[in-house]
């Protein structure tokens, strides 16, 4: 299974081996550029021809009715994102971030996770681009809204923080922060507790390529492999080549992040994160691995950033980026799992949906002035000092 | 008499039988030390972390947000500065989790200069912490008030900074906790780490009992009319030492013990002013921007009319560091016969 993995084309060709001329060449623009969206794309040079192993493979083995699964989480993600930039856009939100072009990964993580609440299930920290993984969790399209138009009603903070910074404890999601790269020692914290319970509930973690020149990421890699301490954690990085407008290549010495996991005697791979039967075989078999030895696994998934980082950069569609949907809806239509009309109707239900839950949601309340002291200690015991 | 050190012990094995706690963790923590200043000395969960600060603070957030109780250890308070925001974020996240996600984790970590420490081991951060959001914060200025605040730290469903005054570890009270043995002596032998080789050692604990003190409260350590002197930590025991010198001269001063730096107990503080008219605060933390100047701003905006001298905070000085030879720690945090000189103008002052 790992052959078939590493061995495909994009899998093999890591992002700084091939990439080297692009990414000098933006590298070269010493002023950081914030149109990231406008540079040249390393990907596109890097994996001209990467081809989804899905289309060669008979999606590996894996069953219609998941392969539609899928396919409809990813349809419902994209369409969710877009939905969410259009609302930026239309200044009805102050700020987008997301993960548009990673459902191939993300989706698969979200339907694998063992979903619950408490030590048995799995823990789930993840970054601000993870929407797929809640679609395929069954975050309702709504909820996501109301994050981003910064309703009380949103279940995730009330109105308090950006899109994407979800946190569901019912499923054990940790509120996403906007420090980056903090959420991978909190997991060591989990996969502790989760490992002393021994109930088969592991950590999953998740964040950029960037984000890992924090210590915090090397944290995560000492604390999770100590000799017979090793944790049940599975450190993945979502690897898109770029930092906001800093490319791979300015910030990483390493050819891939997944070696560094190696120096800890982690079990690590690179896959390629657009193409989710990779993602999903690979993911599975990861959890399995850390479900049976109670030891730390390691994925860095190569993906796309196909809205540049966030609305701070425009949030406009980067083309010459892979767009795992398209390659994936095409695989599956050629494969006979879905006909190009039955795939419109997917996306045509799903953009129904976002915009009636637009609709709906502008008319919820927003967070009231006096709720800003609502929360700061458990059960709202005062923690304002005028009333002390 | 326990020592604080003592006290942090038992309180520590009362919260792993008693109340749940789980994990006590930080570098040195585990066997075969038990801690730098001996606090984790026998604890069964205790254990050793890496060198890594960062990964302690994530850690037990992580563990919190588990739903197990933790006492994590930093081993000096000078080393915590990198894991600033995650206490931010600690301090913050079930805010910004709208009540969802609430973190009760104890982070307890040495302070203070007072053992000529010298620039690395003197910080204080008191002052600090009080920006926090989110956080309580709480510094014993006896062992049993260690213990009490502790066990409350422990049960507290939100994070609590527990401020160990590093120079007052070894430093017995006159009150006892409840289960000690009498004999200190006899409490050594049982829950002292032998010297040398301590692989089969394991402590006999006392059977120590529940003693709460509630976090936001303060103690009044001497009662007096004529300045209210208000400190804690080290610091506070020299209060209580000067107060004590002037009354043997005929002279009245209300000594408080802050025992929680947030939330605070302004109202017997506040009631303590108004009897009084004259108020000094005494911390050794920094001086600009200084937790002090929040009281005595407070007591300014409040009590201005009732105010019978104007109010003084002595704090230590905005210096980069605590230098190592005594003349300049003794320069750079408040000494005995500067609280002493304080309180004197503040009594022979006259409005
Ligand atoms: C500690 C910290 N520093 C800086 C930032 C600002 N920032 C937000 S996203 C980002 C780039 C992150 O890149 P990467 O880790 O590759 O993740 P990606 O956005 O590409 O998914 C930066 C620098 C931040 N949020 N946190
Ligand atoms: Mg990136």
Redesign the interface.
Known sequence: MSNRILSNPASKNGPTKSNKSSSARASTNSKPNLKANSMPNPKSISKPNAKSSSVINSFGGLDKALLLQMHDCMVKSRVLEERLIKIFRAGEAYFWIGGPGEEAWAVPMGLLAKKGQ??AYD?LHLHYRCTPTLVAMGLEMSDAIRLMMNRAT?P???G??FSGHY?F?KWNV??V?S?IE?Q???????????K?AGQGGI?IVSGGDAGTAE??FA?CL??AS?KGQELPLLITVQNNLWGISTCYDGQHGESQIADRAKAFGIRSRVINGNDPVESYLALQEEMAYIRKTGKPSFIEAQVSRLYGHSSGTGANFVPGEIDCLKDFEKAMVTAGHLTETSAREIWTKYEEEAVACANAVRTEPAPTAESVW??????????D?RK? | MATMAQAIRMALHYGETNLGLKDVFGQDVGAPLGGVFTATQGVDCSWNTPLDERGIIGMAMGIAMAGDRCVAEIQFADYIFNTMDQLKLAGNTYWATNGQCSLPMVVMTPVGAGIRGSIYHSHSFDSWASRLAGWKVVMPSTPLDAYGLLLSAIVDPNPVLFLKPKALMRVRGDEMIPGEPENEKELRSMIDAPIGDRTTWKARWPKVKEHFIPIGKARITRSGSQVTVISSGRHLLLCNEVADQLASEGHSIEVIDLRSIYPYDWQTMKASIQKTGKVLFVNEDTEVTNFGEHLCYRAVNELFYQLMARPRVLAGKHLPGIGLHANLEDASVPQKHEIEQNLRELLAEVP
Request: aromatic content about 14%; some cysteine.
């Open positions: 408490g030590l823990f949103d995730s903070t009330g308090r923080n946190c404890p940790a509120p922060t420090p903090i991978y020692p909190v997991a060591c914290g989990t996969a502790h507790a989760q002393r950590s210590g915090d944290s000492v604390w100590r609502d929360h700061i200690y458990f059960n709202n015991e005062n923690a000092w002390f």
